[in-house]
Nanobody, 117 residues
Framework: QLQASGGGLVQPGGSLRLSCAAS????????MGWYRQAPGKQRELVAT???????NYAESVKGRFTISRDSTKNTVYLQMNSLKPEDTAVYYC?????????????WGQGTLVTVSS
């Protein structure tokens, strides 16, 4: 299970930090990431981070967003700075998990980020 939090309303140029904690019968978490879906658009990748800390970002967020993880807490974070109205979307966390039943890909419930003045 993934539980995301931290969304909200922020003015352009502002910052938000999203968190997503994984819980349950987890044996190993490989890649964790954030995706977003704006109204009327398809879900798109924002950023991912592997178990050894390698990161990947969408071009549209490079230099503004930072993904990190705390493996001791099974938690992934997304620090979002210099937010723009086009960053408005529902943000979903994602994790590739190994459990007693094998590999699985899990999604959080989504947290809404609204960038508006």
């Amino acid at each position: 299970q993934l539980q995301a939090s931290g969304g909200g309303l922020v003015q352009p140029g502002g910052s938000l930090r999203l968190s997503c904690a994984a819980s349950g019968s987890l044996l190993y978490i490989n890649t964790m990431g954030w995706y977003r879906q704006a109204p009327g658009k398809q879900r798109e990748l924002v950023a991912t981070i592997t178990s050894v800390g390698s990161t990947n970002y969408a071009e549209s967020v490079k230099g503004r967003f930072t993904i990190s993880r705390d493996s001791t807490k099974n938690t992934v974070y997304l620090q979002m700075n210099s937010l723009k109205p086009e960053d408005t979307a529902v943000y979903y966390c994602n994790a590739r998990v190994w459990s007693a039943t094998g590999w699985g890909t899990y999604w959080g419930q989504g947290t809404l980020v609204t960038v508006s003045s």
